[in-house]
């Protein structure tokens, strides 16, 4: 029996009342917590329904009952099933429908079946160079009142030949190097109306009205329809259909090809979240868009019901990773710039990682691969030779090398080869909530956690002064559109009442730091914000250092103006991994096996109160750190070993690693050790979390009496907030005099104005 049947089964068996009461509460704490959604500029949702509230509201469906669903941090495994994992091919046919019955509930609504009635009426035909441009109106369905407008582009020579499908127009120059290299060109006409073209699936919502299947799925299906025409040509090789597309439209690419087994090759570029990266890796932690972004401001793309799980991430039963296993074993190209703002090359990974198990069971691991591009989200011309690299190779046309392009490329596996390092978790004592123990031994156990750091040299010395910046961040930070030393930038940063310099550190790195403009005397404060899970640009996604805050994207980036006024400078930098330093930790551990990238970033944060400290601008003893998610966990790490961070924020970024078991639900120390690579020693203790060594009680407790503050959300599905306030309240137990201010909002993990505001503020009292 599939697992949606079980899940629906386990429901209906409580009493009625008592679960949708449950669910109407749920749903009341979805509206506190959750941006309002705002009407498509684009589309539409449906014939009725203008936001996700209306749908709400006329609908009246409520959200799955999430108590009785199980949770799972990892990605849904889609080579499992109720009876047990698929060994076969033959296994896996007869799994899919079940996969696709999944998607279409929870991601995209209920498609229409193929038509039995398609007809195609030949509108224009003429010749363009060594070409036969053809325009064509698909009609079908009931009373075959739904019509598509397909265009082809043949080049002359003998057939059959392969096909390149799109729904980017000519005017979005996609087609003309496929034609040049032989391939039929093929534009379907369902896409953004914002391109100019139209979008001839809107008019479907009428003509299907029982089915709710979203723009996506409508622009997916336009695709099949096309496929239907297309089979019926002479001209064409029905076994070389290849589709592709780029940013929104490679997230109904991959949808189409997932669902439609004649399309033989497919590339999904760009699509980023809703697309290749899963969605358990784009919520705000990895600063990216996330279920409540899409949900709430493309409202449209996908069905309503994919809002119920924002912040609920780990609930789906299925996810992006589940669309590319379907694809399998057919040609499958992930292509995505690792820097893109909307994009996130860990999520990207992990997702090929796990299609790749699919492929694998095909014996056809050969046909799935991974390119991370360089650049932003725009596509170049040499991007679409690539694609058809990929399907000339797929098609056979021409033998190709897989591509396999790593940025992150961590893996447990690979750290035990390179450290040679072996614990026996049987050798450390079973330790129970309570923090043991004193100030030496917790600094060693800190220590242990983050590995042996190299012996290195101070790069500043006292006596080396003033400081000068003989590095810089690289081309990625031009990418970012950070800071420079020139007019226009500046004149940009006084704008918001700052001035900005860039300040050197470390080994070679590079800071940027903010100040209020309007005071030239007197040392100020400082705050050194930590970013989150941003890999693809660290600290500064979109121009942080704006304080509109119009954009959802920008809300949980520190607004650094806001600060300024307040009277703090505010220094920001990349960690290794992240941003202008992505490409950095690939070998890191081929490098320096016996230490940690955590260790790394608390030797830099160390490294860059190092110059803080000599700056003249800068007073050494009113130094601050503020840190969210990942950002939170090395702002108490080096706080912890550091006396001169005068007091700590972390939003979101404590979790308790002795209590986060896999019953709880929570990535655990596997998040630590197996996902991000940041302290890969803790992955010995995997399913053994009470004879862990470490764990952020004893930096918690070093902090004493300095002033932090620790903001635990009541709905982070990363660290349950009662166990955060159960390891405090041992903290404070052990740890006479300490000064930590906890604080539970009712929210998912974000950090949006409202609660910077809060934060902020904070800082001023101290």
């Known amino acids: 029996m599939s697992r949606f049947v079980l899940l629906l089964l386990a429901a209906v068996a409580l009493p009625a009342a008592a679960q949708d009461a449950r669910r109407r509460q749920t749903l009341d704490e979805l509206l506190r917590v959750l941006r309002p959604s705002r009407t498509p500029a684009d589309g539409r949702i449906n014939a009725s329904d203008k936001t996700w509230e209306e749908w709400i509201r006329r609908s009246g469906e409520l959200p799955p009952d999430f108590d009785r669903m199980p949770s799972n941090p990892w990605l849904p495994d889609p080579l499992m099933t109720e009876r047990g994992p698929v060994r076969t091919p033959a296994e896996w046919e007869k799994h899919r429908p079940e996969l696709r019955r999944q998607i279409e509930h929870w991601m995209f609504g209920r498609f229409p079946p193929k038509p039995d009635n398609l007809r195609a009426v030949e509108t224009s035909r003429r010749r363009e160079g060594p070409t036969t441009v053809r325009e064509v109106r698909l009609e079908f369905g009931p009373g075959r009142r739904a019509t598509l407008r397909i265009e082809l582009v043949i080049p002359d020579g003998p057939g059959p030949k392969p096909v390149f499908l799109t729904n980017h127009a000519r005017n979005r120059p996609w087609i003309y190097t496929a034609v040049r290299r032989g391939y039929i060109a093929c534009v379907y006409h369902a896409t953004d109306p914002r391109y100019g073209n139209g979008d001839d699936s809107d008019a479907w919502i009428e003509v299907y009205p029982q089915y709710d299947f979203s723009v996506l799925a409508r622009w997916a299906w336009a695709a099949s329809r096309a496929v239907d025409y297309l089979v019926t040509l002479p001209e064409v090789d029905a076994s070389k259909i290849g589709l592709t597309g780029h940013s929104r439209n490679g997230k109904q690419a991959l949808l189409a090809a997932a669902f439609d087994d004649r399309i033989a090759a497919v590339i999904p570029s760009s699509g980023n979240s809703g697309e290749v990266d899963p969605w358990r890796f784009t919520t705000e932690p990895f600063a990216n868009e996330s279920i409540e972004l899409l949900a709430g401001v493309q409202s449209h793309w996908f069905h309503p019901r994919m809002r119920f799980f924002a912040g609920r991430e780990h609930k789906l039963p299925v996810d992006q990773n589940t669309l590319l296993a379907l694809v399998a074993p057919r040609g499958l190209m992930l292509y995505s710039g690792y820097a893109e703002s909307a994009g996130n090359p860990v999520g990207f990974e992990q997702a090929y990682r796990d299609a790749l198990r699919v492929y694998r069971l095909h014996g056809r691991e050969r046909n799935v691969w991974l390119h991370l591009r360089d650049g932003e989200h725009e596509t170049t011309a040499s991007d679409v030779e690539n694609f058809i690299d990929f399907f000339d190779a797929i098609f056979g046309r021409r033998a190709r090398p897989k591509t396999e392009t790593w940025i992150h490329g961590y893996t447990f596996e690979d750290w035990r080869r390179l450290s040679g390092e072996r614990i026996d978790p049987a050798a450390f004592p079973a330790r129970g909530t309570a923090l043991q123990g004193g100030r030496a031994a917790w600094r060693k156990q800190i220590e242990w956690a983050l590995g042996t750091e190299p012996a290195g040299t101070p790069a500043w010395p006292a006596q080396r002064l003033p400081l000068e910046a003989g590095t810089a961040e690289g081309w990625l930070a031009g990418l970012f559109a950070r800071p420079a030393a020139d007019a226009a930038t500046r004149a940009r940063v006084a704008k918001e009442g700052m001035e900005w310099m860039p300040i050197p550190f470390g080994d070679g790195l590079q800071g940027n730091l903010f100040l209020p403009a309007d005071r030239k005397s007197g040392k100020l404060p400082v705050i050194v914000y930590l970013h989150p ?221 409202a609660l910077q505001e809060k934060v902020f503020d904070w800082f001023t009292r101290f």
């Open 533 to 753: 899970y941003s890999y693809q640009n660290g600290w500064s996604v979109s121009q942080p250092w704006t304080s509109t805050g119009t954009d959802y994207r920008l809300d949980q980036r520190p607004s650094f103006p806001s600060l300024t006024r307040r009277g703090f400078a505010v220094l920001a930098f990349d960690q290794i991994g992240f941003g202008s330093r992505v490409r950095d930790a690939r070998l890191f551990y081929e490098r320096y096996p016996q230490w940690s990238l955590m260790g790394r970033m608390v030797a830099d944060t160390r490294a860059a109160l190092d110059s803080l400290a000599l700056h003249e601008r800068i007073d050494a003893g009113r130094i601050f750190l503020l840190g969210y998610s990942l950002g939170g966990k090395v702002a108490l790490l080096e706080a912890a070993l550091d006396e001169r961070v005068r007091g700590i924020a972390v939003v979101a970024g404590f979790d308790p690693l002795r209590l986060d078991t896999p019953d709880r639900g929570v990535e655990g120390i596997r998040h630590y050790s197996h996902l991000h690579g940041l302290m890969p020693r803790l992955g010995f203790f995997t399913g053994r979390e009470a004879r862990l060594p470490f764990d952020f009680d004893a930096a918690l407790a070093l902090m004493a009496p300095r002033r932090v503050l620790i903001v635990a959300p009541t709905l982070d599905r990363y660290a349950r907030s009662e166990d955060v306030k159960a390891e405090v309240e041992a903290v404070r137990a052990a740890a006479p005099g300490s000064a930590i201010d906890l604080e539970s909002p009712e929210a998912i993990n974000k950090f949006d104005r």
